[in-house]
C-alpha cells in the first residue's frame, strides 16, 4: 500500500518541489490549501492531475482535524506560512497566526487524530538573526531579528516541545534560503533574475533594490526537499540545518545574474531606501555536516548554477 504524505503549503514554492518528490517516491499526496476567490494552483497545474487537493487553513484547527480525519496520512510536511520577512512588520499578528500558531494548531490536530503521523517543521535560518556564531549549526542560540523570525522560532520550539512532551515523531529542518524559477517574484533571487529579463527585453530600465551588503547561503529548492523526506524517514526525530555551506551578498546576487544575460548591474541597480528593512539579518552560512552524516544529504546545485537557471527561465518565460 502506497504510503500518504500531506503537504501544508503545497501551492508555494517548496510544496510543488516536495509534491513532486514524494509522487516520485510512489506517495498518494495530499494538499492542503486555504480557500481564495481565484485559483492558485500555477506552481503544480502540472502535477494537477495525481494529487489530491483539500480545503483547510492554518487559522482554523477545526479545518486541519477534519483534513486529517478524512486522508489519514502517514506524514505531514507543514510548509504553510506567512514567509515573506519585509510583510512581517506590516502584519505581526498574521504572521504570529500563521507562521507560530499555526504549528501548534497542526500538532495539536496530529495528536487529536494519530500520534504516530510523522511531522515535519519547515523552520528557518532567519531564526539565527544576528548571528551567535558563523557558520550557524544545530546548536548556534536564536536572535530573530524580524516578527517572522521571531514566530518561525516558537514554531521550531512548539515542534521540539510535542515531541518531548507527546513523543511525536517530530522534526524541524532548519533550512536557510532556497529558491528556484518557481520562488515568489518579491524575494530578492526572483526579483533580481526578473528584473534582469525585463530590463534584457527592454520592458523597464532599472531595478529598486534594498540594502545590497546583506549576505545569504542560497541553495535550490529541489535540492532542499530531499532534506525533508529524508528527516522523516529516519527511526529518531531530530532537528538538522540544511544549507550550501557559502554566503554571498546581494550585491554579488546582481553582478551574476545581470551578467548571465550579458549586462552589468551597475549600470541598472538603484538602492532605493524603501526596500531597507527596520532590523536587517546581515549574514548567514549555514554548517550542514549532521545532515551530510546521517541523512547523507547534500546539495547537487551551486549558487552560480541556481543564478544562471533562474535567469535562463525568466528570459524564456518573456519570451513566451
Ligand atoms: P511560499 O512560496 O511563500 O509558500 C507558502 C505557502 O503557505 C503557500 O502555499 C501559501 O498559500 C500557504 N499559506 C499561507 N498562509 C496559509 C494559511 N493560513 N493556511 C494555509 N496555507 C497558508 O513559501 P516557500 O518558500 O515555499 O517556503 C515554505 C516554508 O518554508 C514556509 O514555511 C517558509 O517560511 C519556510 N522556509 C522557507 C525558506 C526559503 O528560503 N524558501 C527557508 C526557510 C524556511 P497561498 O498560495 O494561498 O498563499
Ligand atoms: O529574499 P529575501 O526577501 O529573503 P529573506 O528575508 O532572507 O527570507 C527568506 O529566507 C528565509 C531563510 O533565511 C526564509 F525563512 C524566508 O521565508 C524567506 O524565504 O531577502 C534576502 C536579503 C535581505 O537581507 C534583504 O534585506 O535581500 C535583501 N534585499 C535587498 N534588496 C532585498 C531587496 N530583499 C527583497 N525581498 N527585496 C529587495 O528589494
Same mark, same amino acid.
Not at 524559477?181 to 524575494?187: A, D, K, S, T, V
Not at 527585453?201 to 532599472?206: H, I, P, S, V
Not at 538602492?271 to 548567514?284: I, M
Not at 545532515?291 to 543564478?307: E, I, M, Q, S, T
Given at each position: ?74 506524514? @505531514?510536511?507543514?510548509?504553510? =506560512? ?12 498574521? !504572521? /504570529? $497566526? %500563521? ?125 532542499? @526537499?530531499?532534506?525533508?523526506? =529524508? ?12 544549507? !550550501? /555551506? $557559502? %554566503? ?73
Amino acid at each position: 500500500m502506497a504510503k500518504r504524505a500531506l503537504i501544508t503549503g503545497i501551492t508555494g514554492q517548496d510544496g510543488s518541489y516536495l509534491a513532486e518528490h514524494l509522487l516520485a517516491e510512489g506517495y498518494e499526496v495530499i494538499g492542503v490549501m486555504r480557500r481564495s476567490s481565484t485559483v492558485n494552483i500555477e506552481r503544480i497545474s502540472h502535477i494537477q492531475d495525481r494529487l489530491t487537493l483539500l480545503s483547510g487553513d492554518l487559522m482554523d484547527e477545526v479545518s486541519l482535524i477534519n483534513v486529517l480525519r478524512d486522508c489519514r496520512p502517514h506524514e @505531514v510536511y507543514n510548509l504553510a =506560512a506567512q514567509s515573506f520577512v519585509q510583510a512581517s512588520w506590516s502584519q505581526p499578528v498574521l !504572521t /504570529g $497566526e %500563521t507562521t507560530a500558531l499555526g504549528v501548534t494548531r497542526m500538532l495539536d490536530a496530529i495528536r487529536i487524530i494519530d500520534p504516530e503521523i510523522r511531522f515535519y517543521q519547515a523552520s528557518s535560518s532567519e531564526m539565527f538573526g544576528r548571528v551567535q556564531a558563523v557558520p550557524q549549526d544545530e546548536n548556534t542560540p536564536f536572535y530573530p531579528r524580524s516578527p517572522y523570525g521571531v514566530a518561525k522560532v516558537y514554531g521550531h520550539w512548539i515542534t521540539v516541545n510535542y515531541r518531548e512532551s507527546y513523543g511525536l515523531h517530530a522534526s524541524s529542518g532548519i533550512l536557510f534560503n532556497h529558491e528556484s524559477p518557481r520562488r515568489g517574484l518579491e524575494f530578492v533571487t526572483r526579483k533580481v533574475t526578473n528584473g534582469v529579463a525585463r530590463i534584457k527585453n527592454g520592458l523597464d530600465t532599472e531595478l529598486r533594490l534594498g540594502n545590497l551588503e546583506a549576505h545569504r547561503d542560497w541553495g535550490y529548492a529541489a535540492d532542499y @526537499v530531499r532534506a525533508m523526506w =529524508a528527516m522523516l524517514q529516519r527511526d529518531t526525530p531530530d532537528d538538522f540545518v540544511i544549507a !550550501t /555551506g $557559502e %554566503t554571498h551578498s546581494v550585491r554579488e546576487l546582481c553582478e551574476v545574474a545581470f551578467a548571465a544575460a550579458g549586462l552589468n548591474y551597475e549600470e541598472f541597480v538603484v538602492v532605493d531606501p524603501v526596500f531597507f528593512r527596520p532590523a536587517e539579518v546581515d549574514l548567514l552560512v549555514g554548517d550542514s555536516s549532521k545532515a551530510h552524516r546521517l541523512l547523507g544529504w547534500k546539495c547537487d546545485v551551486d549558487f552560480y548554477g541556481l543564478v544562471e537557471m533562474m535567469v535562463a527561465a525568466d528570459l524564456q518565460a518573456l519570451q513566451r
